[in-house]
């Protein structure tokens, strides 16, 4: 699932991640972040995840160019190649 991390306390060590498609805040600690560490505006590739307390966000990873391009075109309908 793609989203953008729309807050951040990296000295309490979590954030939220916003889902625009389905509209979902998705809480995540930063021990689920894999490489990059994440900013505010961030986007980002997650796995959705859901406990006793909301929605969650596993293995929250910062996309890079490439991958931001990608995912626009696959938004669009578009080509890749």
Not at 11 to 19: N, Q, S, T, V
Not at 36 to 61: C, M, N, R, W, Y
């Amino acid at each position: 699932m793609k989203g953008f991390v729309d807050f951040l306390r990296i000295d309490r060590g979590f954030g939220f991640a916003y889902d625009m498609d389905k509209k979902v805040r998705y809480f995540f600690f930063m021990s689920n972040v894999v490489g990059e560490p994440p900013q505010v505006g961030s986007l980002i590739d997650f796995v959705p995840g859901e406990t006793l307390k909301g929605p969650v966000a596993l293995k929250v990873h910062v996309l890079d160019r490439a991958e931001i391009v990608a995912a626009m075109l696959d938004g669009l309908g578009g080509d890749k190649s």
